[in-house]
């Protein structure tokens, strides 16, 4: 039987950023979610989990205006953006696994973009499942975006769109009897 991982020589594939990465550049820090990035398994799942915890102490010890969200929301944008860029061009991959940047700007939008609750944690779990699911599973046009979009925009774009379709799922959700 065939056995594809077989054929590939461990010393053709690049080699899994460490600390020593993460230190040697700011956009490596930033793209690898201040470390989320290295954490095993799942390191999508461990930079969406920052992306909440940062989002609820900044809102909860610093109760910011829905501008200064916003604000930080645009800025994570164009900063993760050129973050991965430059982080994927370093690996040599420009979404490896290591970068979750992504999962962590997109998710911040779903928080922000939420509708207001009674129960917001629960609410918020529910996206975090939800985009986490839709992150993974890479429904139309995610999927599409992924292979279409290259670089650092397609990246973060793909985790945008999966964040979309959490808050879309959540709206109907609520909206629908």
Known sequence: MFDPMAAIDPADLPPRPGVAFLRSHPANLIALGLGTGLLRPGPGTWGTAASWLI?????????????????????GLVVGTWAAGRAGVALGRPDAAEIVID????????????????????????????????????PAPIGWIERRWPGAAGVMADDLAAGAYALLVIELWIRLP
Do not use: H
Not at 56 to 69: M, N, R
Not at 121 to 131: C, K, N, P
């Open 103 to 138: 999962e962590i700007v997109a998710f911040w939008w779903v928080l922000l973009l939420l509708p207001p609750s009674d129960r917001p944690w629960a609410l918020q779990a529910v996206a975090f499942i939800l985009f986490r699911l839709f992150d993974v599973l890479k």
């Open 55 to 75: 989002y609820v102490v900044f809102a909860w010890a610093l109760e910011p205006p829905e501008a200064a969200k916003v604000l930080i929301g645009v800025s």
